[in-house]
């Protein structure tokens, strides 16, 4: 996420890591492993033999952590394995780490806060719970990271992660508590905790926590993810802080996957805006374009109005 008016950073643009560059004739090795698995070594088991309805019908307002749930709706992760994915997107740290603007980096650190819960997307199954004092290790020399995580909590179930670059360049940690509730037609998931990354060269720590998350059509109807709420990102070293509204769909799913916010100073000076969609990229651009965009946005729309009402 750049910081000129007209730039665009996509989630798509992480960097891949290709096992399969051939050097003598055979697939270059890393910890030993020729490739890393793109699918899973068995199919998903059909859902469409089981009844939610006649599980969760005596579960409304509770905490879904406490119902025994049957295996076939859990995905074949540990939730320890799923919050490695929050590194999916190491790249734009790196990249914050080689900024020498304040605001520069936090547009970049927005931009990996945001991709943190993209992975989320289509994600319908539930991940297992570990068992208390489970561990889960993950090493990327591609990447140039290391993480660990552990569930120090069962009840209620808490895990804790911490990820640190191979080059001394940063470290993200934090601590996640995900309390769900069943509503009838969807479930809610508000994921307490904080996450906090540190950029070691510049000496500065961001923190935040993620928006809630809902999946809807439980009981009938395709299964869909929204994420809804503020994320507030804080710089406790130069006082910036980036402000992100995730819109909730609305009625007609006009406002569905969107994000909009502000980057402001610690005059509380508004520096840019950023909007975009979760599930696919952020835009930066300066408030006075933003403002002017907007007007004229509005004046276009009541200009129609006026034309479709002449008509």
Same mark, same amino acid.
């Given at each position: 996420?750049?910081?000129?008016?007209?730039?665009?950073v996509?989630?798509?643009d992480?960097?891949?890591?290709?096992?399969?560059?051939?050097?003598?004739?055979?697939?270059?090795?890393?910890?030993?492993?020729?490739?890393? /698995?793109?699918?899973?070594? +068995?199919?998903?088991i059909s859902?469409?033999?089981? !009844?939610? %309805?006649?599980?969760?019908? =005596?579960?409304?307002?509770?905490?879904?952590?406490?119902?025994?749930?049957?295996v076939?709706?859990?995905?074949?992760?540990?939730?320890?394995?799923?919050?490695s994915e929050?590194?999916?997107?190491?790249h734009?740290i790196h990249k914050?780490?080689?900024?020498?603007d304040?605001v520069? /980096?936090?547009?970049?650190? +927005?931009?990996?806060a945001v991709?943190?819960?993209? !992975?989320? %997307?289509?994600?319908?199954? =539930?991940?297992?719970?570990?068992l208390?004092?489970?561990t889960?290790?993950?090493?990327?020399?591609?990447?140039?990271?290391r993480?660990?995580?552990?569930q120090?909590?069962?009840?209620?179930?808490?895990?804790a992660?911490?990820?640190?670059?191979?080059?001394?360049?940063?470290e993200?940690?934090?601590?996640?508590?995900?309390?769900?509730?069943f509503?009838?037609k969807?479930?809610?998931?508000?994921?307490?905790g904080?996450?906090?990354?540190?950029?070691?060269k510049?000496?500065?720590a961001?923190?935040w926590?993620?928006?809630?998350?809902c999946?809807?059509?439980?009981?009938?109807g395709k299964l869909?993810?929204?994420?809804?709420?503020?994320?507030?990102?804080?710089?406790?070293?130069?006082?910036?802080?980036c402000?992100?509204?995730?819109?909730?769909?609305?009625?007609?799913?006009k406002?569905?996957?969107?994000v909009?916010?502000?980057?402001?100073?610690?005059s509380?000076?508004?520096r840019?805006?950023?909007?975009?969609?979760?599930?696919e990229?952020?835009y930066?651009?300066?408030?006075k374009v933003?403002?002017?965009?907007?007007?004229s946005?509005k004046?276009?729309?009541?200009?129609?109005?006026?034309?479709?009402?002449?008509?």
């Amino acid at each position: 996420l750049e910081s000129d008016d007209s730039c665009e950073v996509s989630f798509k643009d992480a960097l891949v890591f290709d096992s399969k560059q051939v050097t003598d004739g055979s697939a270059t090795q890393e910890n030993g492993v020729g490739e890393r /698995r793109k699918t899973l070594p +068995a199919e998903m088991i059909s859902r469409n033999d089981y !009844s939610v %309805w006649s599980i969760l019908k =005596k579960c409304i307002g509770m905490e879904l952590s406490k119902i025994a749930m049957p295996v076939v709706f859990n995905e074949p992760l540990s939730f320890l394995q799923r919050i490695s994915e929050y590194m999916e997107h190491t790249h734009l740290i790196h990249k914050a780490c080689s900024l020498s603007d304040s605001v520069d /980096r936090m547009q970049v650190v +927005a931009a990996f806060a945001v991709s943190a819960v993209a !992975s989320q %997307w289509e994600r319908t199954g =539930k991940p297992f719970n570990p068992l208390l004092g489970e561990t889960y290790e993950l090493i990327r020399e591609d990447e140039g990271y290391r993480l660990i995580s552990e569930q120090v909590s069962h009840h209620p179930p808490v895990s804790a992660f911490h990820a640190q670059s191979l080059k001394q360049e940063f470290e993200f940690h934090g601590s996640i508590y995900p309390k769900l509730k069943f509503w009838g037609k969807s479930v809610e998931a508000e994921p307490k905790g904080t996450m906090t990354l540190e950029l070691l060269k510049h000496k500065e720590a961001y923190t935040w926590t993620n928006p809630m998350c809902c999946v809807h059509n439980i009981i009938l109807g395709k299964l869909w993810i929204e994420q809804y709420g503020t994320m507030e990102i804080v710089n406790h070293s130069t006082g910036d802080k980036c402000v992100l509204n995730f819109r909730p769909c609305g009625l007609f799913g006009k406002e569905l996957h969107k994000v909009e916010g502000h980057i402001q100073d610690k005059s509380k000076k508004k520096r840019r805006v950023l909007y975009g969609k979760w599930t696919e990229c952020m835009y930066s651009v300066d408030p006075k374009v933003y403002e002017a965009h907007k007007k004229s946005e509005k004046k276009t729309g009541a200009e129609s109005k006026k034309l479709k009402q002449v008509s």
